[in-house]
């Protein structure tokens, strides 16, 4: 395929052995590199940083078009650290007419990434990661929309992230992190703009007594309240695109941020209960998405520990599924004959809410074979240990006590006219 035919992306300036990625593969540069040619149409994500060893890494956000002989130009800042978007015209209108220099031996071809890292064994620079239909299910719900409210950047094919960007709701303790002095201050001057999720309160502001404990409980009333205040035209699949934004950002770049935002939109949605009936084919798309992400999660050593798979960490996960199949297995025995004559498409062209039910178990059979997590009910959760001496002692599973309403968790009973009182609300419930 000859320079005409062909997406491109220069990378400029980048140092000799640095290390350079597009999507899920890396590698490292050599002084003829200067980008990555015969590019797939679609999202991508280029990043950058100057040495092997685990350091912040920068990156760029751009879309390919579907007709070739787009030509995007990059390159990398040596003063602040970072892969910028070339803004001067002049420079990118030489290096464009100069792409038959450096067409054979200085712009590596995209499949050639995509079969030599495929075909190595299982490491975090290679493996199945490197499939681009991995990666198109990874980014399917991501929009220019999305990117630009996260990220502030206005420019198509310039959305930029780093290791160190992060949320105001995350609050950072940044002076351990080996940081340049520009990168510091770019903490405050460009903050992501993540979804505001405070698990601490899903109600709305008026609510009191019964309605708090319900939408404590079950966290719909919050989820909706997102979808209509901060999603663009209240599109509910904003909020798996944001899913997909911070797994991606806290698995390639190490985003601490992006990680517990990532961990907030599981717990959210995951404790909505009630949602499910309304939203089908979101938690249809969205327990897909998350066994995707799960399968590229294992391949790493350090995605696997990003993520927390494999030690009490994976608690949080275990417990969400385990609670979203116990939510759904109640739903389903007091549904009515007339509710289940309604498990067909709807008029907006919904899945059928049994395909929610489809991709649990789905989830549920994944999560077992990789990581050996009980998200059933089938387990033993009090019982006698018999040790090698033949002394027993009496052993339970700790994590449990929201599920057995034991504990903190014990329900309290109180007087609903005391808190009327103590809020200043009168008989009839409006704020006095």
Same mark, same amino acid.
């Given at each position: 395929?000859?320079?005409?035919?062909?997406?491109?992306?220069?990378?400029?300036?980048?140092?000799?052995?640095?290390?350079? %990625?597009?999507?899920?593969?890396?590698?490292?540069?050599?002084?003829?590199?200067?980008?990555?040619?015969?590019?797939?149409?679609?999202?991508?994500?280029?990043?950058?940083?100057?040495?092997?060893?685990?350091?912040?890494?920068? %990156?760029?956000?751009?879309?390919?078009?579907?007709?070739?002989?787009?030509?995007?130009?990059?390159?990398?800042?040596?003063?602040?650290?970072?892969?910028?978007? *070339?803004?001067?015209?002049?420079?990118?209108?030489?290096?464009?007419?100069?792409?038959?220099?450096?067409?054979?031996?200085?712009?590596?071809?995209?499949?050639? @990434?995509?079969?030599?890292?495929?075909?190595?064994?299982?490491?975090?620079?290679?493996?199945?990661?490197?499939?681009?239909?991995?990666?198109?299910?990874?980014?399917?719900?991501?929009?220019?929309?999305?990117?630009?409210?996260?990220?502030?950047?206005?420019?198509?094919?310039?959305?930029?992230?780093?290791?160190?960007?992060?949320?105001?709701?995350?609050?950072?303790?940044?002076?351990?992190?080996?940081?340049?002095?520009?990168?510091?201050?770019?903490?405050?001057?460009?903050? @992501?703009?993540?979804?505001?999720?405070?698990?601490?309160?899903?109600?709305?502001?008026?609510?009191?007594?019964?309605?708090?404990?319900?939408?404590?409980?079950?966290?719909?009333?919050?989820?909706?309240?997102?979808?209509?205040?901060?999603?663009?035209?209240?599109?509910?699949? *904003?909020?798996?695109?944001?899913?997909?934004?911070?797994?991606?950002?806290?698995?390639?770049?190490?985003?601490?941020?992006?990680?517990?935002?990532?961990?907030?939109?599981?717990?959210?949605?995951?404790?909505?209960?009630?949602?499910?009936?309304?939203?089908?084919?979101?938690?249809?798309?969205?327990?897909?998405?998350?066994?995707?992400?799960?399968?590229?999660?294992?391949?790493?050593?350090? %995605?696997?520990?990003?993520?927390?798979?494999?030690?009490?960490?994976?608690?949080?996960?275990?417990?969400?599924?385990?609670?979203?199949?116990?939510?759904?297995?109640?739903?389903?025995?007091?549904?009515?004959?007339?509710?289940?004559?309604?498990?067909?498409?709807?008029?907006?062209?919904?899945?059928?809410?049994?395909?929610?039910?489809?991709?649990?178990?789905?989830?549920?059979?994944?999560?077992?074979? +990789?990581?050996?997590?009980?998200?059933?009910?089938?387990?033993?959760?009090?019982?006698?240990? +018999? @040790?090698?001496?033949? *002394?027993?002692?009496?052993?339970?599973?700790?994590?449990?006590?929201?599920?057995?309403?034991?504990?903190?968790?014990?329900?309290?009973?109180?007087?609903?006219?005391? /808190?009327?009182?103590?809020?200043?609300?009168?008989?009839?419930? /409006?704020?006095?």
């Amino acid at each position: 395929m000859d320079s005409l035919n062909s997406n491109i992306v220069l990378i400029l300036d980048l140092p000799e052995k640095s290390l350079c %990625g597009i999507d899920l593969q890396s590698f490292t540069t050599s002084n003829r590199f200067h980008g990555i040619k015969d590019l797939v149409a679609g999202w991508h994500f280029v990043f950058a940083s100057s040495t092997e060893a685990i350091s912040i890494r920068s %990156g760029i956000w751009f879309k390919v078009a579907a007709q070739p002989g787009e030509v995007l130009v990059k390159r990398w800042d040596k003063k602040s650290e970072i892969l910028v978007d *070339e803004a001067d015209p002049a420079q990118q209108l030489r290096w464009k007419a100069n792409l038959g220099s450096i067409w054979q031996n200085g712009v590596t071809p995209f499949s050639q @990434l995509d079969a030599a890292l495929t075909g190595q064994s299982h490491s975090s620079n290679s493996t199945e990661r490197g499939d681009t239909n991995v990666w198109a299910s990874l980014t399917d719900h991501i929009t220019p929309t999305l990117l630009s409210r996260i990220t502030g950047g206005q420019n198509n094919n310039n959305w930029s992230v780093t290791t160190a960007s992060s949320s105001p709701q995350d609050t950072i303790d940044t002076a351990h992190l080996p940081l340049p002095p520009h990168l510091q201050g770019q903490l405050s001057e460009q903050p @992501l703009k993540l979804f505001p999720i405070d698990l601490k309160r899903t109600w709305r502001k008026e609510a009191i007594g019964r309605e708090r404990t319900a939408a404590a409980t079950d966290r719909s009333w919050a989820l909706g309240d997102l979808i209509t205040h901060h999603c663009c035209n209240g599109d509910e699949s *904003e909020v798996l695109g944001e899913l997909q934004f911070c797994f991606l950002m806290a698995h390639i770049l190490g985003n601490y941020s992006c990680l517990q935002q990532w961990r907030r939109i599981l717990e959210l949605t995951l404790t909505s209960h009630s949602a499910t009936k309304n939203r089908p084919l979101m938690y249809t798309r969205l327990l897909r998405l998350l066994r995707s992400q799960l399968r590229l999660a294992r391949m790493s050593e350090e %995605g696997a520990g990003a993520f927390e798979l494999y030690d009490e960490g994976a608690s949080m996960l275990t417990q969400l599924i385990r609670g979203f199949r116990q939510r759904l297995d109640a739903d389903a025995t007091t549904d009515t004959d007339d509710d289940k004559t309604n498990n067909s498409i709807d008029d907006n062209g919904g899945e059928e809410p049994r395909a929610v039910e489809k991709e649990l178990v789905e989830l549920q059979a994944y999560v077992r074979k +990789e990581f050996n997590w009980e998200t059933g009910d089938m387990f033993v959760r009090r019982g006698v240990l +018999e @040790l090698e001496d033949g *002394e027993t002692v009496e052993m339970d599973v700790a994590g449990l006590e929201g599920e057995d309403e034991s504990g903190e968790y014990a329900p309290v009973v109180v007087d609903e006219s005391e /808190v009327r009182a103590a809020l200043g609300h009168d008989g009839s419930g /409006v704020a006095g």
